[in-house]
Structures are given as structure tokens and as C-alpha cells.
């Protein structure tokens, strides 16, 4: 056995000095939750140590810290040969499950076309049996229920994928995965694109549990209906009495007389000061026991929230990301009001005359909610009995 290195990489990793405590305790009879709380470590790190470095010369398994350290450091040595680039049974079982090909019954190759609406005609893809690499990680426990050298992590097809020196694969295949992307994204990276004026004090979780039951007035939910050409109608629905306000977003001078500037103002007329004036100007026509609160989603047009608070005395909440049912009733009025504004036309051509007519509509037309009350007679009701 080659000489052992006594001193722990990193505290990342268990040092010869630990392995030696765990030996101990482990003769002890002690079971790998109170070994992992004596040494300080997690008892999943204590449960693999065990089972991984156990000295497999005799009948049975014992752990021998000398014998668990030289097994660490053997598995730590680098390079090694990607596992995939060694076996071939097993790189040829994968890549036939991300890129076999499908055919027809005829034996002729079938391409799938994709078109995409939003961005146009796209190219042409060749279909494959396109196995997301976990799908073909666990697979192969089925297809090779015993045999132990048919299996490999989804981790480790992703790094003969998209890992240079580690290319088992070949480079092509990224196309076969669903995103087709060339470029793995770091976790990091997506966990920086949260929006950064929402914080956790402004969660639908922190509003009033008087909203959630809608007894009292005054809490409101909003939202953007988006039309050609990024026009935008801004919605505001009150949670009781379903009474809706239509916020008037026209486009600015200049909008599409020259191309985009990154980071230039919203010429299309639904940006953060646009959607915060129109909300403004809205709500301060209404008695203040009606300026409670406004949940909206975690769109970058609220991304100046604080100065609406300021203005208009209301309290801004933000529903969590993707989760839209968290303002079912704007959502509802939303769908309600495409009748009025169906996707796909240009709601900038709209003036601010139609919008009243619309919300005049919606205000005036019974609801079985509000027992066929229309929301105009159920603000009323309430605001004559405050």
C-alpha cells in the first residue's frame, strides 16, 4: 500500500484523523447517527464512508481506517478515464437512447418539423428516441437489474456531453437533448435571475390574512394583457367586489422609429414608470378604506413598487414565480377581458375612451360570485355601509 496522506484536501472531505474516530466508534457498536453527531459531520457522509471504504478482503465488510484513506485517495487521483470512454456496451446503450433514430415502418428516417408561431419557421430536427440522460440513468437498473459495471449518473452523460476532455459522446448529441442548448447554464446563474426588488418581506406569504378571505374591501390584484407588438393594457381587479380598472399604457415617442437600445427607456410604454404613474393615477381616485393592498406578479414593470407605496399609501405584495392561480382573480378577469382585446392585435390603438367603455362592461354585467350583484352594486353596497 503507497503512503498515506494524513492531512484532510479541504474540510470538504473527511482527514485520516476522522476515519480513525470513525473506526473506533464504529467497533463501539455506535450507529452512524451518533457517529456523525460526535465528529460533527452529516450522517449521510458517515453512512457512504462506511459503506464505500469498508476493507472487502475479508468475509465480511470492516472498516479499517487505514484501508477507507487509501481507498479515498485511489478514487481521488487525476485524471481518470470517463467511464463512458472505457465501456463500450455502455456509451454505445447510451448514445442509442439520446440519438436512435425513429423510423417509419417503411424503414425511412422521419424528421419532425418545428414551427414556431412566436419566432417564425425554425429548422428542421431529426427526430431521435431523445432520453433525457436521468430517464437513461435509471434505466439502466431495469434493463441490467445485475449487472453492476451498466451504470452510470445522469451527471456523468451531461459531462461527456458538454465537458471538453471528458467527451465520450460525441458533441453532436447536445442537439438530442430537449433543450438542444450548446451551453450547460450554471445553477448560480439561474439562481441570480430572480428578481431583485422582490424580497422575502414582500411575498404573498406576508399579506393580510384579510385579503386571503376577501371580508374586507380595498385589496387588489393586477397584471399586464400584452397584445402585438409588446402593447399592454394594464388590469386591476378588487378582490370582493371584482370591480375593475383598465390602466391606459400608450407607447412613447419614438417607439419603433429606430432600433432597440439596451437598457434605454421602455418606448413601448409598459415599463416600471409607466405601469407606476398609471397605477398611481388610478388608484388615487378611489376613498382610501379601498387602498388597502396590490398583489402582482414578479414582472419588471412593478420593479418600482417602494415609490408606488410611497405615493398611493398601498401595500405591494408579489406572488411567488410561476404561480398565476395566486391571483385567480385577476387571472379570470384577464380571460374575461379578451373577449374585448383577443392575442395577437394591437392594443396600443386602443384610446383610454374604449378602455372605460370595457371596464364599464365588466362593472356592470351580474355575477353568480357576488350573487348576481354586478361589481359596480357590490362597491356601492359596501361603500354605503362603511
Known sequence: MPPLTLAAVSDRYLSFAEREEIAILHAQQLGVREIARRIGRAPSTISRELRRNASTRSNELAYRATTAQWHAER????PKVAKLAADDRLRDYVQ???AGTIARPDGELAPVRFI???HGRRADRRWGKSWSPEQISNRLRVDFPDDESMRISHEAIYQALYVQGRGALKRELVACLRTG???RVPRARTRGRGKKFVTPEILISERPAEAEDRAVPGHWEGDLIVG????AIGTLVERTTRFTLLLHLPR???HGAGPRIKNGP?????GAEAVRDAIADAISTLPEQLRRSLTWDQGAELAQHAQLRIATGLDIFFCDPHSPWQRGTNENTNGLLRQYFPKGTDLSRHPRGDLDAVALALNTRPRKTLGWKTPAEALDELLRSA
Open 266 to 270: 421602455a418606448l413601448a410604454g409598459h
Open 181 to 183: 442548448r450548446a451551453l
Open 75 to 78: 478514487r481521488a487521483c487525476r
Open 252 to 254: 412613447m415617442d419614438g
Open 116 to 118: 414556431g408561431r412566436r
Open 96 to 98: 442509442d437512447r439520446l
Open 228 to 231: 402585438l407588438e409588446s402593447s
